[in-house]
């Protein structure tokens, strides 16, 4: 199997688990104006949860959802228990945010130590999938039809659902959506709860191929950051394509200069902010 | 400060210069190092506050800044042998180099949008640090001293230091009151009024964001001769976060407020550290504490006081 394939397949397995995680850091950015720094921490979080869950006898399945349940009320705690105190400065929500990551990072060090782990995956997901002249693990094509599926129900639940209806109104004007009698509160909490979950989840499913460890959890912030600033925030499109784009370069950069690979994607990042400071989708509010 | 009666102001010059000559004697052996440390740090955070409190920009790359210079020195001296003065004079000019890449990038951007993209950009330098083995030594890192023969006393690294910082104290001072910082200022509380009133507002905040990268490259190639030690951790957020801390305890916009928090946070440090190894978790709680409860820190609390007095 020619080099290239792998790689293309390898960039887009790593966008999908990239999409899990940076979509919900987007909507809680474009929906609350909230920069969630401890979203990596979550991610990381959700990983070793699921870890904890499938040693005491959990499946694979059961582990991904108790995580993201996990993670999600976390993320309750974070927004009704700190956040609320800091409401409507921005500044201050984000290195709010900042001291939250430091705290669960090295909480996480405490509970679960330093070494790497990964999370078993069921034995159907695991070895190899050949087709043709094609071999490729099965356990990332999963991941990969994971991300479509969570693009697909994210996407339905944004376009087709009245609480999509609200947080698409909420994103462009949440004055105006409260001022309707609605609840915008509520929705607020939902949808942080909705992005802690997808961080959870995001830490199981990169649990299980890119292992979890402690500095895991700066690793995919700052992935999911550029795909952010690439995509723009509170944009589900904007998170997909910026996925695709930051995994491509990210793995062709590890390929090419396996030294720099960090370097690769600040390039680009660097190109569109001259010319579109918002990023690809991005809308000023 | 300006709110201080200028007699007040001499007075609590001299005894901050006297103190800071008295330390050795106050504090002798390990803690006259604490102190150079805090001396060390207070540089960054005043180099950070020049952006975050007086340009109103956060910036979280700071201690990628400051890293690059101490990497740099390290590389210089103790791999291809070279002076450790030149090696300070690469060493800034690296964090300068720096400094202009990201302010080119980061001045586009304001608010959130800033400290994400300062935070991308300090990241990059982290993990460029950590797998670029060959030059940087991975995470193992350099090791080697840089110190002179005559700077090898603690004491007498100390004075050296102190000099230093009185230097880029009164540097910065001067910087911030100058026309040029309160063009900052003025950008700061309001950006449309500056650009209609005809300042160059990318400009100024460009030359402001390298001002500051420079102070901050100074405290980096400094903290080489007191650390003889740089690895990824040196580079890594922690780093940024803590300098910005440290601004932040001390009051962010008040200079000056970056002495007292780095030593603040810095003989937190020390004591914390002998009871347990959770320092992560005390500065995010510490964080998590100051955003809440004193987001304005201990010298912007005194001037709201002295305010709310006259």
Not at chain 1, 66 to 90: H, P, Q, T, W
Not at chain 1, 179 to 186: F, L, P, Q, T
Not at chain 1, 195 to 208: D, E, H, R, S
């Amino acid at each position: 199997m020619s080099m290239t394939i792998f790689q293309l397949l390898n960039s887009a397995t790593f966008a999908a688990l990239l999409f899990v995680v940076a979509s919900g850091f987007t909507l809680i950015f474009g929906l609350m104006r909230i920069v969630n720094l401890a979203h990596g921490a979550l991610y990381l979080f959700g990983g070793y949860l699921g870890l904890t869950i499938s040693m005491m006898g959990g499946n694979f399945y059961v582990s991904a959802i108790g995580a993201a349940i996990g993670v999600a009320l976390m993320g309750l705690i974070i927004d009704l228990g700190l956040l609320r105190f800091v409401k409507g400065n921005e500044l201050r929500q984000v290195l709010l945010t900042l001291g939250v990551a430091f705290v669960l990072n090295d909480l996480a060090l405490v509970l679960w130590g330093g070494d790497t782990y990964s999370i078993p995956v069921p034995s159907y997901l695991d070895g190899p999938f050949e087709m043709g002249d094609v071999t490729y693990p099965k356990y990332r094509l999963f991941v990969l039809l994971v991300g479509i599926l969570i693009f697909i129900a994210l996407w339905l639940l944004m376009a087709k659902t009245k609480l999509g209806a609200l947080i698409r109104a909420g994103v462009d004007d949440s004055e105006t959506v409260s001022a309707m009698g609605v609840d915008i509160r509520k929705i607020f909490i939902y949808t942080f709860m909705l992005g802690a979950a997808l961080a959870g989840l995001g830490g199981v499913m990169g649990g299980a191929f890119l292992t979890l460890y402690p500095t895991a959890d700066s690793e995919i912030l700052v992935f999911s950051l550029a795909v952010v600033i690439i995509g723009g925030r509170g944009s589900l499109v904007g998170a997909a394509v910026g996925s695709i784009l930051v995994a491509m370069l990210a793995n062709f950069g590890q390929v090419w200069f396996p030294e720099l690979a960090y370097f690769v994607i600040f390039g680009p990042m660097a190109v569109l902010l001259a010319f579109r400071p918002l990023g690809l989708f991005g809308k000023a509010s | 400060m300006q709110t201080l009666k200028s007699k007040y102001s001499l007075l609590i010059v001299v005894l901050s210069l006297a103190l800071l000559v008295t330390v050795p004697l106050l504090f002798p052996g390990y803690k006259t190092s604490i102190a150079t440390e805090i001396l060390i740090f207070a540089i960054l955070a005043m180099s950070i506050d020049i952006l975050a409190g007086y340009t109103g920009r956060t910036p979280l790359c700071h201690g990628a800044i400051f890293g690059v210079a101490t990497y740099v020195m390290l590389y210089y001296v103790t791999e291809m042998g070279g002076s450790p003065w030149v090696g300070v004079l690469f060493a800034v000019f690296a964090s300068i180099l720096v400094s202009i890449i990201f302010a080119l990038l980061a001045i586009r951007t304001s608010g959130v949008y800033f400290i994400l993209l300062t935070l991308a950009l300090g990241m990059i330098v982290w993990g460029v640090c950590l797998r670029w083995t060959s030059v940087t030594g991975g995470e193992n890192g350099l090791r080697g001293s840089v110190t002179p023969l005559w700077l090898q006393d603690k004491v007498t690294l100390y004075y050296f230091i102190a000099s230093c910082f009185v230097v880029l104290v009164w540097m910065m001072w001067r910087f911030v009151n100058s026309p040029f910082g309160l063009t900052l200022k003025g950008i700061r509380d309001s950006e449309s009024r500056m650009r209609t009133l005809g300042y160059n507002v990318p400009l100024h905040l460009f030359l402001g964001f390298v001002v500051s990268g420079f102070f901050a490259g100074v405290a980096g190639a400094l903290y080489a001769f007191f650390n003889s030690f740089v690895s990824p951790s040196t580079v890594a957020l922690a780093q940024s976060t803590e300098g910005l801390l440290m601004a932040i305890v001390g009051g962010a916009g008040t200079l000056f407020g970056g002495i007292i928090g780095a030593a603040l946070v810095i003989s937190l440090e020390n004591i914390v550290s002998l009871y347990t190894e959770r320092w992560l978790m005390v500065i995010g709680f510490m964080f998590i504490f100051m955003m809440i409860f004193a987001p304005s820190g201990v010298l912007g609390a005194v001037r709201n006081f002295i305010k709310s007095r006259q």
